[in-house]
């Protein structure tokens, strides 16, 4: 499975962007997809997840501003950025499978200005 995302940019604090990733086959419901991210000098981290049957997972430092979601139909999963902040900015990356067997996106730049 190939994932391509897009929608990363710079945006100043408080801005909105909405990121989307869409592979190159179908990926069952029942399969995780979601959004990781990775800031300068920092480990790759969970942002959310999500698959059928189960309520979507968001890290605690972006609950409440990011809303995951998926449409299957079009194999693709999307991250709607709202509240941002500058601690926010890294490269987020799409994820479809489980952490043993994953597939992942080539990454998009996230930049918020303060």
């Known amino acids: 499975v190939q994932l391509q995302a897009s929608g990363g940019g710079w945006v100043q604090t408080g801005g909105s962007l909405r990121l989307s990733c869409t592979a190159s086959?179908?990926?069952?419901?029942?399969?995780?997809m979601g959004w990781h991210r990775q800031a300068p000098g920092k480990q790759r981290e969970l942002v959310a997840s999500?698959?059928?049957?189960?309520?979507?997972t968001y890290a605690d430092s972006i609950y409440g501003r990011f809303t995951i979601s998926r449409d299957n139909a079009k194999k693709s999963v999307y991250l709607q950025m709202n509240n941002l902040r500058p601690e926010d900015t890294a490269v987020y990356y799409c994820?479809?499978?489980?952490?043993?067997?994953?597939?992942w996106g080539q990454g998009t730049l996230v930049t918020v200005s303060s």
């Open positions: 086959e179908s990926v069952h419901s029942s399969i995780p």
């Open positions: 994820r479809a499978g489980t952490s043993s067997n994953a597939f």
């Open positions: 999500i698959r059928s049957g189960r309520d979507p």
